[in-house]
């Protein structure tokens, strides 16, 4: 049985994709929507065209004969359990399985119930089609690469070392031919992804072995085309001392940072498995901030960790006052099956971790609109993405991440621009283009 459909229009087969969680999942849908989209699929919004359903962890069934895959970190971890549990569902695959995607349909079409969770011996990059090859219309002018897989650190909260595997990193060079065929094919701003994405090590064309730092120094010197350089997600027992001075060093890395904390207490790290301190954390914001002195600071927090007192939250809170952060994403702990954390003792109650998130989130928003707000009256480099909500509008990316809205309609999709911030809102700019004539 082949998958591909002969003809385009009315027959073409679609896949939806719903994602739910961490930038590595929205990258690994991505790459799926590329592997499906290989064999003649086309990707839809509205899950009731679909002929394919991809999710992670949440079920549904249409009025069509539908086809469900579930995928992801959840499917890695339950396997076989999920269709025990929901027999609707077609197939079960894990991310490192995600290059197989054809033949797990093919074989579920023709009735097996397939599950795919063994850890793939061939590099899954090798096999996928290149983010790249898309076709034109559906590429973007922002990308991510990603440089490294799995995780060693075995946080107590964490599933991902059970999920993803031990932490891999990919070649250098193989790093390199990619992004060159990513700025040849338009893109003009990569994210180097990673769960540990600072922990990426590679041989380098010197012999050595070198570590992000250094990737990033081959990326901005050797391949042409790249306007901006990002990475996330970072751990502080990786930052060192060459990829701070990258920041130091490279015009072209962002002056944005993600270096999750997580919590405020050494207590609290400690049990967590985080293994670095609340003064570690201090001096190594001090010493990023010496190097680059304009970097905006992002973070995670987990409030309501078993075991955690008022006292401890209200260090996390002082540890917020004391970085201050132009953005972060905060949740409350939910325990996670298999994990070392699910079966402490002293978990908060849900009431009281709901509260602590509150005081927390505010306190983030505040910091966040006080950022944006100190762009007003500023000058910056704006790198077009899209076409805005409204007629008449486009959205841009500031160097800090930021979406900036300007009511321009003219201007092409990858420019990089200057653009005069006139209103710093809770969650965007707003921005006036500094050219009359931007072409």
């Not at 490294?148 to 990193?169: H, I, L, M, N, W």
């Not at 990673?194 to 090590?201: E, F, I, L, Y």
């Not at 072209?252 to 270096?259: D, N, Q, V």
Request: net charge negative.
């Amino acid at each position: 049985m082949t998958l591909k459909s002969e003809t385009k229009g009315e027959n073409t087969k679609k896949v939806f994709i719903k994602t739910y969680g961490c930038q590595m999942n929205v990258y690994d849908s991505e790459r799926m929507g590329d592997a499906m989209g290989a064999e003649g699929y086309v990707q839809t919004e509205e899950v009731d065209d679909a002929d394919l359903v991809l999710l992670n962890t949440c079920l549904a069934k249409t009025g069509k004969d539908t086809m469900i895959g579930v995928a992801g970190c959840v499917a890695q971890a339950e396997g076989q359990e999920i269709i025990n549990r929901s027999p609707v569902v077609d197939f079960v695959v894990g991310p490192q399985t995600y290059h197989r995607l054809p033949n797990i349909l093919d074989r579920s079409l023709k009735g097996e119930k397939v599950v795919e969770t063994e850890y793939a011996v061939e590099d899954k990059f090798e096999h996928l089609p290149s983010v790249a090859d898309r076709p034109k219309r559906t590429r973007a002018v922002t990308s991510f690469l990603t440089v490294q897989e799995g995780c060693d650190k075995f946080c107590t909260f964490c599933v991902v070392p059970y999920t993803r595997g031990a932490e891999q990193s990919r070649s250098v060079e193989t790093l390199l031919d990619e992004a060159r065929k990513l700025t040849d094919a338009g893109v003009k701003e990569i994210t180097l992804l990673g769960q540990n994405v600072n922990a990426w090590h590679g041989q380098g064309k010197d012999g050595r072995e070198w570590g992000l730092g250094e990737l990033l120094h081959a990326l901005a010197e050797t391949v042409p085309g790249i306007e901006r350089l990002r990475y996330t997600t970072s751990h502080p027992r990786d930052m060192d001392d060459a990829l701070i001075e990258a920041h130091r060093d490279l015009p072209i890395l962002m002056p944005y940072l993600h270096l999750p904390f997580e919590a405020g207490r050494d207590l609290v790290v400690k049990a967590m498995n985080r293994q670095h301190t609340r003064e570690s954390y201090f001096d190594m914001i001090d010493r990023i901030r010496a190097a680059r002195p304009d970097i905006a600071m992002s973070g995670d927090f987990i409030v309501g960790f078993p075991g955690e007192t008022d006292a401890d939250f209200e260090d996390t809170l002082d540890l917020v006052r004391r970085v201050t952060y132009a953005q972060a994403f905060s949740f409350k702990y939910s325990p996670r099956p298999g994990t070392p954390g699910a079966d402490m003792d002293n978990h908060v109650p849900a009431e009281v971790a709901s509260e602590r998130l509150q005081r927390l989130q505010e306190l983030l928003n505040e910091q966040q609109y006080a950022f944006n707000r100190s762009k007003e009256g500023t000058q910056m480099d704006v790198l077009i993405e899209k076409r805005g909500n409204k007629p008449g509008q486009m959205i841009g990316r500031s160097p800090w991440l930021q979406s900036v809205i300007i009511d321009r309609d003219d201007l092409e999709v990858g420019d990089i621009l200057p653009v005069a911030i006139t209103h710093g809102a809770p969650n965007s700019l707003n921005g006036d283009l500094l050219l009359d004539d931007p072409h």
